[in-house]
């Protein structure tokens, strides 16, 4: 069984290979162990419609994480809007590729641990962040155009 499934919207291309051998990396430096991860690029309705559904949420995001960890190995599904990831990459004047290693990053700290509900957890998990994007977007180009 491969323990990581990688989805995406015949209109947003992606390596898979090297989406895989980011996760590896992540998981490594967090010393982390995956059962099982799944990724799935979808547009922005999509991830408003389970934001909605699933979290109550009636807004739009870039990501969305869910556990289903029931020890210590990462065992997650995240669902990344390439859209918003597009609009953001945009915005902040930035690569998309880096902006798709934010996201799988963000992902991967929520499921190891990290939470950005508090001003406090919010600034430390962006310090990792920040550090993992800046080691690792160069490293791995994960959009093809």
Not at 55 to 78: G, P, Q, R, W
Not at 92 to 102: A, D, P
């Amino acid at each position: 069984m491969n323990k990581i499934n990688i989805f995406s919207d015949k209109s947003f291309k992606v390596d898979k290979i090297k989406i895989k051998l980011l996760i590896s990396e992540v998981l490594k430096l967090l010393s982390l162990e995956l059962r099982k991860m799944e990724i799935s690029f979808v547009n922005d309705l999509v991830l408003f419609k389970v934001n909605k559904q699933y979290l109550n949420h009636e807004y739009f995001t870039d990501i969305i994480t869910f556990s289903y960890a029931m020890d210590s190995k990462v065992d997650c599904e995240l669902l990344i809007s390439y859209e918003t990831a597009l609009y953001n990459a945009k915005k902040y004047k930035t690569k998309l590729n880096s902006e798709i290693v934010r996201l799988i990053v963000h992902g991967i700290l929520h499921v190891s641990g990290y939470d950005d509900k508090m001003k406090s957890d919010k600034i430390k998990m962006k310090k990792k962040e920040n550090a993992f994007v800046k080691l690792l977007s160069t490293k791995y180009e994960l959009v093809r155009q």
